[in-house]
């Protein structure tokens, strides 16, 4: 890829950025903001129950007190849940975006225009993808990450109040570092996970007349639902391969990084489930080498090529 080519890609994504802010930049923020509210609301509850704060601060010096593996297993798990609302809030918003990318420019006749500028389509589309599957979830594990921090400040607060070591009894069982990059590179790893999806969303964007989002969710569900109808008359039985389940199935599988099925991970079980096993490189490669994966890669870059396809022979809807 050239530097000219580059260049016109990362200004295409930073339009999409711009036309866009409230997905994008203003949802993680809010949601970042209410996590906070909902704790700091819960904080003074808990203050109001226990005015000398002996129960809180027991639990904190009976928290400093297991092992350290548990430690970290607590730590990581509380980590890892903050961004739980966040990673399914950018899943629903990239699906609304996606739908609507091409249909949009179709629909007010804005693709008159870009089609009057010296910009391929497949980079138009590129754009798209870039910024459903790179820079919004950028945007939203920074929002995570300043949630993280602020709940761990909250929790050195309390800390010192209880008379611990917060460097070693909470900051370091936390392990933000480790947990940040596991973190992007389960996000980029979810977002080739779901690129079947995503590629078919752009696609319904491409073709649909009106309402892609709807003939997005039809025509699977259609197919679905045929496959369970003719398996059941013919065979008297539930059909071995149904589209809409693997679908539903992947989506449940992408809502937030890391969500593997213990039995992926080598030797896993509960009698020896730690903290690796939420924060493991290898349970994240795991999927990335699957060839469920690059199946599921080789179909969506096939809907991303119909998708210019259909975009280089658009005019408007």
């Known amino acids: 890829m050239s530097a000219s080519t580059l260049?016109?890609?990362t200004i295409l994504v930073r339009r999409e950025l711009w036309e866009s802010p409230f997905a994008f930049k203003w949802t993680p923020l809010l949601i970042a903001g209410l996590n906070l509210l909902v704790i700091t609301l819960l904080l003074i509850i808990g203050a109001k129950?226990?005015?000398?704060?002996a129960f809180t601060l027991d639990?904190?010096?009976?928290?400093?007190?297991?092992?350290?593996?548990?430690?970290?297993?607590?730590?990581?798990?509380?980590m890892f849940s903050t961004g739980s609302l966040f990673h399914l809030v950018l899943l629903i918003v990239v699906i609304f975006y996606l739908a609507g990318c091409l249909y949009d420019d179709r629909?007010?006749?804005?693709i008159l225009f870009w089609k009057s500028l010296p910009v391929s389509d497949t980079l138009i589309v590129a754009s798209k993808v870039l910024t459903a599957t790179i820079a919004a979830p950028l945007l939203y594990l920074l929002a995570i990450a300043l949630t993280q921090l602020a709940l761990l400040l909250i929790a050195s607060g309390y800390g010192l109040a209880a008379g611990i070591n917060i460097f070693t009894e909470i900051w370091a069982p936390?392990?933000?570092?480790?947990?940040?990059?596991?973190?992007l590179y389960a996000a980029m790893v979810q977002s080739l996970w779901l690129l079947p999806i995503f590629g078919w969303l752009i696609l319904c964007s491409a073709f649909a007349p009106r309402?892609?989002?709807?003939?997005?969710?039809?025509?699977?569900?259609?197919?679905?639902?045929?496959?369970?109808?003719w398996s059941f008359f013919?065979?008297?039985?539930?059909?071995?391969?149904?589209?809409?389940?693997?679908?539903?199935?992947r989506l449940g599988r992408g809502v937030v990084p890391m969500n593997i099925e213990l039995d992926q991970i080598e030797g896993s079980n509960m009698a020896n489930f730690g903290a690796e096993s939420l924060i493991s490189?290898?349970?994240?490669?795991?999927?990335?080498l699957s060839l469920e994966m690059w199946i599921g890669v080789a179909i969506g870059l096939a809907f991303l090529a119909a998708a210019i396809w259909f975009r280089r022979r658009a005019t408007d809807a």
């Open 7 to 9: 260049s016109r890609l």
């Open 49 to 53: 129950v226990d005015n000398q704060m």
């Open 59 to 78: 639990g904190i010096r009976m928290f400093a007190q297991m092992p350290d593996e548990q430690q970290r297993l607590l730590a990581t798990g509380t």
């Open 107 to 110: 629909r007010d006749r804005s």
């Open 174 to 183: 936390a392990n933000l570092p480790t947990i940040w990059l596991v973190t």
């Open 211 to 229: 309402l892609p989002i709807l003939i997005a969710i039809i025509v699977p569900a259609l197919i679905g639902l045929f496959q369970h109808f």
């Open 234 to 249: 013919t065979d008297f039985r539930m059909p071995d391969f149904n589209l809409m389940l693997i679908v539903l199935q």
């Open 281 to 288: 490189f290898k349970s994240v490669s795991a999927i990335l």
